[in-house]
């Protein structure tokens, strides 16, 4: 499935809380992820939104959730979506199956765990990312695969544990899902979108695979 374009000022006022965000980044880092997963996707956070205090008129701004390198901390942390729009490579939009919004996403779940990262300001997890990432021998609980541990988070670990803990994904272990494996997920729309880099670059198999699949 080919990525639809769109630009961020047609697609702003149609995100919801929960929609993910994917990137593919161009840093060592973003090159050793993508290499190690055989996919375009380095990076991903999920979007929340708030309102405007005391406003009636309904304004509200897209803020996303990450675990990345910002601001002078690396790990978890809160900022306005805009503001990443200056990304050094691919953005994509991808948003949640309406149906299983409606009636299995918790939303108040899934912001209060998420929240309470970002509070805590957990740390980035350079090893579990790394393990997730090359997953030789897993099937036997080998040297790739990691034990779910949420004393600190890599990107992808961080939303899906947020959908695990809003109702989306029943016991899953999040310490072993990729960037790629969350774009995966059997849980969108049947569309993504593309609001930024190289047209030709997409997300392979996208909206392909149960998140059951990653039952501890």
């Known amino acids: 499935m080919t ?43 999920v979007i929340l939104q708030t309102r405007v205090v005391n406003d009636t008129s309904g304004r509200f701004f897209n803020q996303i959730i990450e675990s990345t390198e910002l601001n002078d901390f690396t790990g978890v942390q809160i900022s306005r979506f805009s503001d990443r729009l200056d990304y050094d490579g691919e953005i994509w939009w991808l948003p949640l199956d309406p149906e ?4 299995r996403f918790n939303e108040a779940a899934f912001y209060e765990f998420l929240f309470n990262q970002a509070k805590a300001r957990k740390p980035f997890d350079v090893p579990q990312a790394l393990l997730s990432a090359f997953d030789l021998f897993d ?78």
């Open 3 to 45: 990525a639809i374009q769109i630009g961020y000022e047609d697609a702003r006022a149609r995100m919801r809380p929960g929609d993910v965000i994917a990137f593919g980044g161009k840093a060592a880092f973003s090159n050793l992820t993508k290499f190690a997963t055989r996919s375009h996707v380095s990076h991903v956070g």
């Open 139 to 216: 099937d036997f609980n080998g040297p790739g695969y990691n034990q779910e541990d949420f004393a600190k988070f890599f990107c992808s670990e961080l939303v899906a544990a947020g959908f695990e803990a809003a109702g989306m994904t029943g016991t899953i272990n999040c310490s072993e899902v990729t960037p790629i494996d969350l774009c995966r997920w059997r849980i969108y729309q049947d569309n993504y979108y593309q609001l930024k880099g190289a047209p030709d670059k997409g997300i392979s198999r996208f909206n392909s695979l149960a998140p059951a699949l990653w039952d501890r």
């Open 100 to 103: 299983l919004r409606e009636t």
